[in-house]
């Protein structure tokens, strides 16, 4: 199963034809993750069309108020709780990407995956935080706890997998996948990038 992530910078629900392009990405086989941070995705939501390979990726910086702190808006955790359940409730499948940096408590993320498994999401990606020296020991270790408490071989694979692309600034281009956990293509495109293909 090839595997597509697409990102922006901000929101890449801020591009008008996300949509097209990821149904585009799915029409060709592969499984399309379209990163949001949730304030548009209640309005946008009606352009999707559920399936299996199409997660809605929605990224957190921790709990409410260290989200909304980090976001520098006030509700922004609010409107991104509020993005999963209108795609849960739409039928979409739901990932979650975690960023890590030097502000992020262990104990707050283990909280903040407690409340995601309670409301049931399809799976956590965690990186750390690009704009933030991600190659701190202090990072470093965070993730590397962040990862253990995803309790699955996939999403860290997975986790290790995106933050080596977006770290490596290879947008567009195939990475590596860990061959002792899948045999599976996958790819980070930016939304600007897709748009232009």
Partial sequence: MPVLWLTNEHDALAHTSIARV???FQETGRT????????Q???????????DRLYLTLRLYGSQAAHDRRTNREGAFAL??????????????????????????VEEIEQLLTQL???????????????ERPERLEVR????????????AFW????????????????????????QLLAEE????SANEALGR
């Fill in 80 to 105: 991104a709780m509020e993005g999963i359940r209108a795609a849960q409730l739409s039928g979409f499948l739901v990932c979650i990407h975690q960023v890590i940096d030097s502000e992020t408590r």
């Fill in 186 to 189: 996958r790819e980070i495109v």
């Fill in 156 to 179: 860290a694979s997975l986790s290790s997998d995106v933050e080596y692309a977006l770290a490596a600034s290879l947008l567009p281009r195939r990475i590596a996948p860990q061959p």
């Fill in 117 to 131: 498994r309670a409301m049931e999401v399809d799976g956590v990606v965690a990186t750390a935080n690009l704009a």
């Fill in 32 to 39: 399309v993750f379209l990163e949001t941070d949730g304030s």
């Fill in 22 to 24: 990821a149904r585009e």
């Fill in 141 to 152: 270790g965070k993730l590397y706890a962040t990862k253990s408490l995803l309790r699955n």
């Fill in 41 to 51: 995705l209640r309005r946008r939501i009606h352009e999707f069309h559920p399936n």
